[in-house]
């Protein structure tokens, strides 16, 4: 079962923090600024813990890397 602090995906791509649950709706941490409302339904993957933060550090490396 889902729950508040897991890292998951959608069905649309997008990878976010859960904060918030019901029988219905998940709310999403998308960045330190956004939250997204979702249909539980659209969840497509319970994800690693940490994979967020992971894949976060790629994109700054790759950033830093290519355009210095």
Do not use: C, M
Not at 16 to 27: E, R, S, V, W, Y
């Amino acid at each position: 079962a889902l729950k508040v602090g897991d890292e998951v995906s959608t069905t649309g791509g997008l990878l976010g923090k859960i904060t918030k649950l019901n029988d219905q709706f998940i709310i999403i941490e998308v960045n330190s600024n956004s939250e997204i409302k979702i249909q539980k339904q659209a969840i497509q993957a319970l994800l690693p813990k940490g994979t967020i933060k992971s894949i976060a550090n790629w994109n700054e490396r790759f950033y830093v890397k290519y355009h210095g």
